[in-house]
């Protein structure tokens, strides 16, 4: 026999499945070294394309933190630790859509052919906008950030990875497929 769930549970139920929806609030999945998980942090973007991590050893130092709003507090990406002069490499097939210096920070995003852009930061760029790349392509190296330059990670070295759809922007490791999926309790009557 279906029971009826108390009405003043049916917000908090409501609150906790919208919780467990958010991508932001995921955490990276990790290997006991430290390392983040999949060959080189590669995985499968939408439509088939392969996204890999942007370094060789790529070593999560911070998460996607999801905004509330679109103009809100939030971490719009991923920041690996990274040493400097490091190569940096194309994490997606794609075109080179803008390499070089804004305001003040180096900056190198890829269009990908399904119309989603990849960004890394700060880059020193070996080429220039409009070169076709491939995965795993060098396309410049960690370099130091111009004065007043705020970093990502301010007791370390590191490199900001971004992904972002015309929709907003996603985890560039949800996008790989290296998060742990939500999990929902079973539910009990309280």
Not at 79 to 91: G, I, M, T
Request: with cysteine.
């Amino acid at each position: 026999m279906l029971e009826i769930m108390n009405p003043k549970t049916v917000p908090i139920l409501a609150a906790t499945l919208l919780l467990c929806l958010v991508p932001g609030s995921l955490k990276a999945a990790a290997a006991e070294d430290g390392q983040v998980a999949g060959a080189a942090g590669a995985g499968q973007a939408a439509g088939g394309q392969t996204l890999r991590a942007p370094v060789a050893k790529p070593e999560l130092v911070r998460s996607y933190q999801q905004p509330t709003s679109d103009y809100s507090a939030g971490h719009r990406g991923v920041d690996y630790r990274v040493q400097l002069d490091e190569p940096v490499v194309a994490p997606a097939n794609g075109i080179i859509w803008f390499s070089g210096l804004i305001v003040d920070r180096s900056v190198v995003s890829i269009r990908l052919p399904n119309g989603d852009l990849t960004e890394v930061e700060p880059v020193c760029p070996t080429l220039a906008a409009g070169t076709t790349v491939l995965v795993g392509q060098e396309i410049g190296s960690v370099c130091d950030a111009t004065p007043g330059y705020r970093q990502h990670c301010p007791a370390m070295r590191c490199l900001h990875f971004s992904y972002r759809t015309e929709s907003g922007y996603l985890s560039p490791a949800w996008v790989m497929g290296q998060l742990n999926p939500s999990r929902i309790a079973p539910w009990t009557n309280l």
